[in-house]
């Protein structure tokens, strides 16, 4: 059960730094629906509150950390000018051309949308604290970015595992 | 004595309405503005060699490390911008949130690859 530490950074990028981001969303996105000023008492928007604080800071930070680690740690892998590296592999096979050249291209890109949206609900999050209860034309601009981000990140971890399926970083 | 519920709530709903919204505004729109960068630097990259060949700042990595970064500097330099010009200030935030979607559309758009592939590289 070993890993090499080509597939551990791998496993790292993918299974636990992007999954927590993923997984994070349903309560993020909660989190940030059920914060009106309707629903909620003073006392609990002071509950709530530094909950949702963390959780989105938390999911800025980790998304950040997966681009980065995605980048530049395991992508250069990906794409080494070797017959042998899983870009080289996809792009020999007719077959599985389209992974990379649809799915790798995608992946790269769209993901780096997810940590610029995810900081921007982050600071917003912290800049209003319970006021945000009261400005539901902010909060829900922050739930579309939110879903964004989610989305975004979604599609980057969806290629991601099945390029990785396809063609492992070993 | 504590103030009743409904005391505290108009305090705050009073509280909410102190806060401008201009740095929330500035922070939303940047973000609209780093995906905006995101997109058209990838179509960039895909038409012309010679912008994918400027934005390899890494060659283990290439192009998307240009792509990536200065879409991020983007980002950044537009919200500190947006937020000196709108510190303390109350903005009207539907043609900022407009613009934004715009900016987002762009980005999304940008980065799919049946779009940018649209443009040969030359």
């Known amino acids: ?170 | 004595m504590s103030s009743s519920l409904p005391e505290q709530v108009t305090a705050m709903e009073q509280a909410a309405r102190a806060v401008p919204n201009g740095p929330a505004a500035a922070a939303i729109l940047a973000a609209g503005i780093g995906a905006f960068s995101l997109g058209l630097l990838t179509t960039l990259a895909q038409a012309s060699k010679a912008v994918a060949g400027a934005l390899t700042f890494a060659a283990q990595v290439g192009p998307l490390s240009g792509k990536s970064t200065l879409a991020v500097v983007a980002y950044l330099v537009a919200w500190a911008i947006l937020a000196a010009r709108w510190r303390g200030k109350e903005v009207h935030f539907a043609p900022v949130w407009t613009a934004t979607l715009v900016l987002l559309a762009f980005g999304l758009v940008g980065t799919f690859p049946l779009f940018y592939e649209l443009f040969p590289s030359r």
């Open chain 1, 1 to 170: 059960m070993s890993l090499t530490d080509r597939e551990a950074w791998t496993v790292l990028h993918g299974m636990l730094l992007g999954a927590v981001f993923l997984l994070a969303f349903a309560g993020g996105l909660a989190g940030l629906w059920s914060l009106r000023a309707e629903f909620l008492t003073p006392g609990g928007l002071r509950e709530r509150i530094p909950r949702l604080e963390i959780g989105v800071l938390v999911m800025a930070v980790v998304a950040w950390l997966t681009v980065i680690t995605g980048t530049w740690i395991v992508y250069p892998w990906y794409r080494a000018p070797t017959p042998d590296s899983p870009r080289s592999k996809l792009l020999a096979n007719p077959n599985t051309a389209l992974w990379h050249r649809f799915g790798m291209e995608w992946k790269e890109h769209v993901a780096w949308l997810a940590p610029i949206l995810a900081t921007t609900v982050a600071f917003v999050v912290f800049y209003y604290g319970p006021r945000l209860a009261h400005e539901p034309k902010i909060r829900n601009a922050l739930i579309m970015l939110f879903t964004l981000a989610f989305v975004a990140a979604a599609v980057a971890g969806l290629f991601g595992a099945f390029l990785n399926k396809a063609a492992p970083t070993t």
